[in-house]
């Protein structure tokens, strides 16, 4: 339910259009300034992490916005990742997609005509986000980007209300789909604490009205309140779904919030641990997952990271997994290269040869391979399938990529009616 027009452009670019000098680096849960955003941007950047912040200024966030739409360097594309993962899915033409988020006539511009936006869901003002990207090795002032990627920050209250969510479940019963996809959660943190809670509350009854026959998949964000966090996965909105998606930084957060295993991580350094990594996805599907003795739907989870890819399932559940997690891995190559198919000449392999399934219980040790890129292993009723992804050495544009990720794989995944 979350949808927007992003505004991509360099983020030194940006800086220096807004005359901001570099500095040294701060990290800001809210931004409430320039020079908190000039802050927050640098320790990012100097970090090569992703990051997603809401700016809580209107006027002054709109004057930024204003500067970056008319930045000549700028491109404008369809955001959030609702939207997102509709256009990826819309590529399909054999699939009608239908999108409730807050539309504004950019956007709707924009929209794939696969796309199908209910009224209600118009309005008279796009959304902006503003996605400041930099470049493996770009320097501003001293501080130096080790790999590539984006600062992400937005004023946007009405996907931050999730004010679509209700039009969203109400045109289920028209539009009868085959897999409902959410995602925009993540935008509430804007919100007071009391109205976060009480919104999240709504959206669960509202998740809850969804027919129990249509799977969910949540796609979730980069978040910064681990109480929200703890909400979403203990109480509500976990179990009742089918399937999650998430990368390397919404991983180490969501063990974090809930002192899971491996919590005690402060960051990663450099490529994921595949140890670490499964782990903690065979902790959320033991801990929050289907059993015979919890009323959990989940059983399902598509873990990305720039250098390989896992798809985490309780037996029983899905099908064609091998296809899924190697698809999604292909669109992680072909989009960022905006390539057709993979051009070798332009990907690279990030991936370890070698690794271990497990750092807390007896873990065997796998070696990739190349003939058979997927690799499968098991642990107490949960498959997991492991693959590498070819990495584009020169990303066109890294935005979404998550989203066309998740999108791709839920395209090849098969669920097993219950």
Not at 79 to 94: E, F, R, S, V
Request: with cysteine; net charge negative; glycine share 6%.
């Amino acid at each position: 339910v979350n949808a927007c027009v992003d505004v991509v452009l360099s983020g030194v670019k940006l800086l220096e259009a807004l005359g901001l000098e570099p500095g040294d680096g701060k990290n800001h849960a809210v931004l409430n300034s320039r020079q908190d955003l000039r802050e927050a941007f640098a320790h990012f950047m100097e970090r090569g992490a992703a990051a997603e912040r809401f700016f809580s200024d209107p006027k002054a966030f709109q004057d930024i916005a204003r500067t970056a739409s008319e930045h000549p360097a700028a491109q404008l594309y369809v955001g959030g990742n609702a939207a997102l993962i509709g256009q990826k899915l819309a590529t399909n033409p054999d699939l009608k997609i239908l999108l409730c988020g807050p539309v504004g006539p950019k956007l709707h511009e924009l929209l794939d005509d696969n796309v199908v936006v209910p009224p209600e869901s118009m309005q008279e003002r796009d959304e902006f986000h503003l996605i400041l990207e930099y470049q493996a090795g770009e320097q501003w002032g001293r501080v130096r980007a080790p790999a590539a990627n984006r600062f992400i920050f937005s004023h946007d209250l009405s996907n931050g209300a999730l004010n679509m969510l209700e039009v969203f479940v109400s045109s289920l019963d028209e539009f009868q789909p085959d897999l409902v996809v959410l995602s925009g959660l993540h935008m509430m943190e804007g919100q007071s604490k009391e109205m976060r809670q009480r919104r999240l509350m709504e959206a669960v009854a509202s998740i809850s009205d969804i027919p129990t026959d249509i799977p969910i998949h949540l796609e979730l964000a980069s978040m910064t309140d681990q109480d929200f966090m703890s909400n979403i996965m203990h109480q509500q909105v976990f179990p009742l779904v089918n399937s999650i998606g998430l990368n390397e930084q919404e991983l180490l957060f969501l063990t974090q919030s809930a002192s899971g295993p491996h919590a005690s991580l402060a960051s990663w350094s450099g490529i994921p641990d595949v140890g670490v990594v499964s782990d903690i996805l065979f902790w959320i599907l033991k801990e929050h997952g289907k059993t015979a003795e919890r009323a959990s739907d989940l059983t399902r989870i598509h873990f990305h990271t720039l250098a390989y890819h896992i798809l985490v399932t309780v037996d029983g559940h899905w099908g064609n997994q091998v296809a899924a997690v190697a698809a999604g891995a292909r669109a992680a190559g072909t989009q960022a290269c905006a390539t057709d198919t993979i051009d070798t000449s332009k990907v690279f392999l990030k991936a370890p040869l070698e690794f271990v399934t497990s750092h807390t219980e007896a873990p065997s040790k796998i070696s990739l391979n190349p003939d058979e890129p997927v690799v499968h292993w098991h642990r107490e009723g949960i498959s997991f399938h492991f693959t590498p992804v070819l990495v584009c050495k020169d990303p066109v544009r890294t935005v979404g990529l998550g989203d066309a990720i998740s999108a791709e794989g839920l395209l090849y995944s098969e669920v097993y009616p219950q």
